[in-house]
């Protein structure tokens, strides 16, 4: 396991200090409500009619979205998603992955910034768009 993993105040330090970007891999539901301020939507799950389901697209978008190269924090709700999906980046040849522990469930009673808007690139929609 080459990355690292870190708190979610050192995933926003990685953030502001270090250019990183924050890419949330919860579900479109979930991130609706509430995510890491100017994070990515690509959820590792979908929510379907049996609950929650592998997105088959994960990693192609993720691939069509980001260079191999780029420096990511991949957050879920609690970090069990993150650890997988930054596995999965890693395991794809993504460089510089840092999985942020105890997910959003951490990152909101911390106190770092959060959003329920995204910027229209940022949210799954508006990546999928873009990849057309």
Not at 10 to 15: G, Q, R, S
Not at 19 to 26: N, P, Q
Not at 100 to 121: K, Y
Request: hydrophobic share 40%; with cysteine.
């Amino acid at each position: 396991m080459p990355f690292r993993r870190v708190s979610p105040a050192d995933a926003n330090a990685l953030i502001e200090k270090e250019g990183y970007s924050y890419v949330d891999v919860r579900s479109v539901q979930e991130f609706q409500a509430g995510h890491p301020k100017g994070a990515y939507n690509v959820p590792l799950l979908d929510m379907g009619p049996m609950g929650m389901a592998p997105n088959p697209d994960f990693l192609k978008v993720m691939e069509k979205t980001f260079p191999k190269d780029s420096k990511l924090v991949v957050g879920c709700k609690m970090g069990g998603r993150s650890l997988k999906a930054a596995s999965m980046l890693d395991a794809a040849g993504f460089a510089n992955v840092v999985d942020q522990q105890a997910g959003f469930d951490g990152w909101r009673p911390a106190g770092l910034p959060v959003s329920a808007e995204a910027e229209p690139d940022h949210s799954y929609a508006g990546i999928l768009q873009k990849l057309k």
